[in-house]
Structures are given as C-alpha cells and as structure tokens.
C-alpha cells in the first residue's frame, strides 16, 4: 500500500473516532441533564375550588397562559415539534385520564412555576419560566380548573430528543430544560389585581408568553429552541409596532389580521389571545407601549 493511502486512512479513521467520540459525549451528556434532580420541596399553598375561581382557572388557562396550545384544545396532550434533526416534543396528557391523578396540587404548582415534575426531573421545553410569576391566586385558579378537565384517555407518547436536540442540550446552547430558565428566589405575590396598570399589563405579558416568545425586551427575532422553519417572533416594541393604532393593535390580537389584510402565521397563538377579556386586552396594549424601542432581532 503506498505510503499516502495509508495516512489517508489514519486520517479518516482519526476523523471518524472523533465524530463517534462527540456523538458519544452529546448522548451521555444530554441523558445526564434529562435525568438530573432538583431537590426543591412543593410547597402547598392555599387553593379555593369554588366555580368563580374554576372558571378564572380554565381562562388563564386558555386565554393568558395558552397551555391547550401545547398540551391540546382537551389537554389531551399532543404532538407539538417533529423535527427530523431535533426530535419529537410531546406535551403530555395533563387530565385525569393521563398524568393529572398522580400529582398533588402542590407538585402541579412545583412544575407549573418551577418546571419541576413530580419525580424531581426538569420538564423540557414547558415556559415555566413565563408562568413562575404567577400569582398563587392565578396558579391556584389554573390547578383548580385542572382537576375539573374531562378526562381524556389518549397517550400521545414520549418526548424524544434527537442528535441537534441533544447537543442543545449537552452544550447549553438553548436552555430546553424548564428549571434550568426558572429563578430559584424569585416569590411570586399572593394576588393582583385586574385592573389596566402598568403592573397588570406586565404581568399579563410575562404569564401570556409575549416576553417568552418576543424576547424579554419584546424586540423579536427567532424564538431559542424551535425548529429553524418556525416564524420568528415580531417586534413589539415602538420600532416594530408603533404606527399601528391600538385599535389595530387590537385587532390582531383578536383575529390574527393586520392592518394590510395579512395573517398572523399560527405561530403566534393569536387564537388564545383572541379570547382575552377587555381589560387584560388594554392592560396589555398599555404595557407595549410603555416598553423602551429596541431594534429587531434583539428580543
Ligand atoms: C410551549 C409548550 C407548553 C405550554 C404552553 C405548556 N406546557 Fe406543560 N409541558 C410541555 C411539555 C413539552 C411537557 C413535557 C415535559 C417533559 O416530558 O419533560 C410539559 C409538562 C407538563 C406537566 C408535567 C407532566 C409530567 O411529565 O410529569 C404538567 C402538569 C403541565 N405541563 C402543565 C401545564 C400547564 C398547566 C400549562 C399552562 C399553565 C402548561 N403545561 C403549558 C409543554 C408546554
Ligand atoms: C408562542 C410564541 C408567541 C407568543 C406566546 C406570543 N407571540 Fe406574538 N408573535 C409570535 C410570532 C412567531 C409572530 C410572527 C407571526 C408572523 O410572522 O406571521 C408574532 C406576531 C405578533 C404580532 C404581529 C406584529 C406585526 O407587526 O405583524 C403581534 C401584535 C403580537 N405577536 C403580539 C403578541 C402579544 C401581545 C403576545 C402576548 C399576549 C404575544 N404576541 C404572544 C409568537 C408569539
């Protein structure tokens, strides 16, 4: 064999070592971080059950924290990403033909405002970071509406991450992992109240996704961790959404039209947003405008 043949081959060999040495490194990284605990106690806090407090549970549920938009219309559960390079994401079956009768009340609220699941395993993908500000009033309302969920007894099937999601993951490139984005001495209040403040307007903003998905400074951009196809977010603030009117404004979020007869791709979940009520609808408005311009892409 000529000399040159050979190092040839010691070289792909080399090069093919390495690769199935990172491949190696990404699994028994990423199965490490999948199964890391977090030793943070559920700590119970009051919940009322009354119809009041079910119905204000099933519309923040709906209409500000949109968890039907991942987890089903039924919560049911579904498929949410199938990317050939990222993997499949499946938002499970949160009703009491699923997951629901294995959780305490305490534990739903553990892995709603904290990402924890009931085992002490992070939830992946799940905005928790978005719904640790909560208040326990609006988590309680949420938990309690929960358990008046008709049951639905599909199992949609297990989250798998493949080669691109798992090196996310290994290499901390997107934070997929919920407790990873969740602040550990943050305590969110007790009650707020509805009302059109600058406060109210923020915290719909932050519980409703806008920040998670917009950015936390609302400049847009590609939202971290979905499939490179998925619409980047918008700009909302000054630079992105000032010539719009607020009855403009309004009207997207209400039907997903703009003002030139376009619509709204699905990715933003302007069918939840639809069924704000007038005041959260207003508190809303006045918090985008409050917020400082930012250029596009800086989210
Ligand atoms: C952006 C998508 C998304 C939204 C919105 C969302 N979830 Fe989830 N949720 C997930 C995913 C994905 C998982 C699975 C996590 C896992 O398997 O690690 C999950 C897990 C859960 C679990 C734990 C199930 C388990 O595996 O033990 C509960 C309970 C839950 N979600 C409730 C909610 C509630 C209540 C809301 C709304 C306040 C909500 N989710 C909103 C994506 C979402
Ligand atoms: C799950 C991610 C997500 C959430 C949550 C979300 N958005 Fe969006 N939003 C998007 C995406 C993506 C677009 C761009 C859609 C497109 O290109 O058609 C968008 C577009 C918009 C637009 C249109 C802007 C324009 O100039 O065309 C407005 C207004 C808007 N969002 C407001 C909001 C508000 C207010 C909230 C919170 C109540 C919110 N969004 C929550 C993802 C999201």
């Known amino acids: 064999m000529p000399r040159w043949m050979r190092w040839t081959g010691y070289a792909v060999g080399t090069v093919v ?178 009302d059109t403040s600058l406060t109210y307007g923020a915290y719909l903003a932050n519980t409703g996704g806008c920040t998670g998905c917009h950015g936390p400074g609302l400049g847009g951009g590609p939202i971290p961790g979905m499939p490179p196809e998925a619409a980047p977010a918008a700009n909302l603030t000054p630079t992105g959404i000032g010539h719009l009117s607020d009855a403009q404004l309004e009207r997207i979020l209400r039907s997903g039209e703009r003002p030139d007869g376009s619509t709204l791709k699905p990715d933003m979940p302007w069918r939840y947003t639809a069924l704000m009520s007038d005041l959260e609808m207003r508190a809303t408005i006045k918090y985008l405008r409050s917020v400082p311009a930012k250029a596009y892409g800086t989210r």
């Not at 199935?20 to 971080?33: E, M």
């Not at 938002?91 to 009931?118: C, F, H, M, W």
């Not at 395993?121 to 988590?139: C, F, G, K, N, W």
């Open 17 to 194: 070592l390495l690769a199935g040495a990172a491949v190696g490194y990404v699994y028994a990284a990423s199965t490490h971080k999948a199964n890391k605990r977090y030793d943070i106690p559920a700590t119970p806090i009051t919940i009322v059950h009354d119809s009041a407090t079910i119905a204000r549970g099933r519309h923040f549920a709906t209409a500000i924290g949109k968890c039907v938009e991942c987890h089903g219309d039924d919560l049911g559960g579904k498929v949410l990403v199938d990317d050939p390079a990222l993997g499949i994401v499946i938002p499970p079956n949160i009703t009491n033909g699923g997951l629901l009768p294995s959780y305490s009340d305490a534990e739903l609220v553990r892995v709603i405002r904290q990402g924890i699941k009931r085992d002490g395993r992070s939830a992946i993908v799940m905005p928790s970071d978005d719904y640790q500000y909560l208040t326990d009033e609006d988590v309680g309302a949420i938990v309690a509406y929960l358990r008046t969920v008709p049951a639905v007894t599909r199992d949609p099937g297990p989250t798998r991450l493949r080669l691109v999601g798992r090196t996310l993951v290994a290499t901390n490139l997107v934070p997929l992992y919920a407790a990873e984005r969740t602040s550990r001495t943050y305590r969110a209040p007790a009650h707020l109240e509805p």
